[in-house]
């Protein structure tokens, strides 16, 4: 399997920005989506699809994620991931490449960012790029 491209924050809105074709897909948990808010890519006339990859609250990988995440999509157009921080997307972006999808590409810092030494969460898609609280 070859290696999933991790794409920063600017990088993945240029991407969504640039190219019609580019699709953004959140793969965090409804109760995150309901709780933290989800991406708002409506400036740019475009909207997430939010697909979870592991169920809440059983914890089971959800064995319908291909079916649901690649509906209607092109395999040669790009696929952003994003999850919290960039763990469960990159496994998402792994089983879109397995799948035949040859742009699957893992927003590395996620919606939330990685902790700091305070326990918060930074760097996000949150703290930098638009977003709404559903």
Known sequence: MSEIRQIDLDTAWSI????PTATLIDVR???EWGFVGTPDLSPI????RLVEWIDYPSGSHNPNFIAEASHGLD???PVLLMCR???RSNAAANAL???GFTQAINV??????DLDGNGHRHGGW????PWKQQ
Do not use: V
């Open 16 to 19: 969504l920005s640039e190219d």
């Open 97 to 99: 490449t397995a799948a």
């Open 108 to 113: 590395a810092a996620g919606f939330e960012g």
């Open 126 to 129: 949150k703290d930098k790029l």
């Open 45 to 48: 006339h475009k909207q997430a």
């Open 29 to 31: 948990t409804k109760a």
């Open 75 to 77: 395999k040669e157009a």
């Open 85 to 87: 921080s960039g763990a």
